[in-house]
């Protein structure tokens, strides 16, 4: 890793580049760029910035104020690994050109606010995340939304439903059954060579890769597991992770997606987040309590239960999230705590006793999720819950799915859609003001377009189920 402008430079001369690629999130998600000849990445350049409109960047300015500057961050510089021509790659940050303020609706700018707030406490000097990404690769999707009609169309040549199709060169069966995924070998799972491929692609932008497997369900399901690290870098990672992962598919005439539940009937896509809290080089999170936690570790626990409906709105950002996170079903809805208990929404992993492996694992998050402000979020809970020493409650050791509904009637849920997480959010946020990690502007910004931009869109539009219920009424 490069650690100044002056051995990203270097590195961009060793490796031949002739370009020099600038990524930067929007605000709900996805990264942005553009390129300059590498001739333009000077010194200077990673001080003062270089312009460009941000009125169309989703979430940001308005047009009377468009002009905005990436400042980029020289540690992140790598080899971009799908450019035709040799290309530098550097995640940038925003700034404000007339004040040099850093701009309050960058995501990576939030991240970056969320870590210096944590050593601000003297609590800790690190958190480090390590998110569990699963998505789907498809040989085909189409859809289409008009006026008078809408639908979609997925495929996938492992797709169960893909039995009886006649196929070229002919049918040879070994379609992955519903649910059952989880984790046979080839040629079950067609895809071991294709996960490799993003495996080795990920090694070569600094990415450590742990293992990688078929998901629970039929048509392509996948996750590729990666090494943690701390708050920014992970989120950059988890960019870089989509990046190749979409990339790597697309060269192979495959499709990725990370929509949490793109098909009925079968599993759908989360992120489960591990996270922990370090201080001098040594794991706050182990101790002598349940399950070999610390207090520090409990109250952290407390306060992600605690804002847990809120965080929603930011760790389940879409409306497709929800179709996922549906009670009685597969899925971390239950807000309690168990060790070992993937029912329960926060699992404490048992696979080592060793303090160094003490974390806690929130299960409700999905790879939607715009992670620089998802970890963000989930931190600033946690500390709230040890700033306030939050008690967590009993652990959850039961199976949750096989309660009966009166002995779940007092376990508190995650929210049902994206307008009830949002409602949630803008009662419960001032957690998320401290420090000025987040801002009122960002929260109230964040509501007010998933509201306009997503929720909206969908309740005005009929269903093709609704016409299999409802038209012969």
Not at 399 to 415: A, C, Q, T
Not at 426 to 446: A, I, R, S
Request: aromatic content about 10%; some cysteine; glycine content about 8%.
């Amino acid at each position: 890793m490069t650690k100044s402008p002056k051995e990203a430079l270097a590195l961009a001369k060793d490796r031949g580049a002739v370009m020099v690629d600038l990524k930067f999130m929007d605000f709900v998600g996805l990264w942005q760029h553009f390129t300059v000849p590498v001739a333009e990445l000077t010194e200077p350049v990673f001080e003062e910035g270089l312009g460009f409109d941000g009125s169309s960047i989703r979430g940001w300015q308005e047009i009377h104020a468009s002009d905005m500057l990436v400042i980029p961050d020289a540690t992140t510089a790598v080899m971009d690994p799908f450019m035709k021509d040799p290309t530098l790659s550097l995640i940038c940050n925003i700034s404000d050109p007339i004040t040099k303020e850093t701009y309050s609706r960058d995501p990576r700018n939030i991240a970056l606010k969320a870590e210096k707030y944590l050593k601000s406490t003297g609590i800790a000097d690190a958190a480090y995340f390590g998110p569990e990404a699963e998505f789907f690769i498809f040989d085909e999707v189409r859809f289409e939304t008009k006026p008078n009609e809408c639908f979609y169309s997925i495929d996938s040549v492992e797709g169960f439903w893909n039995t009886g199709r006649p196929e070229e060169g002919g049918n040879r069966g070994y379609k992955t059954r519903y649910k059952e995924g989880y984790f046979p070998v080839p040629p079950m799972d067609s895809q071991q060579d294709l996960r490799g491929e993003m495996c080795r692609v990920m090694a070569e932008v600094g990415i450590q890769v742990e293992r990688q497997h078929h998901e629970v369900a039929t048509a392509g399901q996948a996750e590729i597991d990666i090494r943690y690290n701390t708050l920014v870098r992970t989120a950059d990672d988890l960019m870089w992770f989509k990046y190749i992962i979409k990339n790597v598919a697309w060269r192979q005439n495959k499709t990725v997606t990370f929509m949490p539940k793109p098909l009925f009937g079968d599993n759908g896509s989360g992120m489960h987040t591990h996270q922990s809290l370090w201080k001098a080089g040594k794991p706050l999170f182990a101790g002598d309590g349940y399950a070999g936690l610390s207090d520090m570790a409990l109250w952290y626990i407390g306060g992600v239960l605690k804002h847990a409906r809120a965080l929603a709105a930011l760790c389940n950002p879409t409306t497709n999230s929800y179709k996922r996170l549906v009670p009685g079903f597969e899925a971390p809805v239950n807000l309690a705590y168990s060790s070992r208990n993937r029912s329960a929404a926060i699992r404490i992993p048992m696979y080592s006793p060793a303090p160094k492996t003490k974390r806690i694992e929130f299960r409700s998050p999905d790879p939607s999720c715009n992670g620089y402000l998802a970890f963000a979020a989930m931190l600033m809970a946690g500390l709230d819950g040890i700033e306030n020493k939050i008690d967590p409650g009993e652990p959850m050791d039961k199976d949750i799915y096989g309660l009966s509904p009166e002995e779940l009637k007092d376990v508190p849920k995650m929210p049902g859609s994206l307008d009830e997480a949002l409602d949630c959010l803008k009662k419960d946020h001032k957690f998320l003001l401290k420090g000025d990690v987040f801002t009122e502007d960002v929260v109230q910004t964040w509501v007010e377009y998933k509201m306009s931009k997503e929720v909206n869109p969908i309740r005005l539009r009929p269903h093709p189920m609704e016409f299999a219920l409802y038209f012969d009424i």
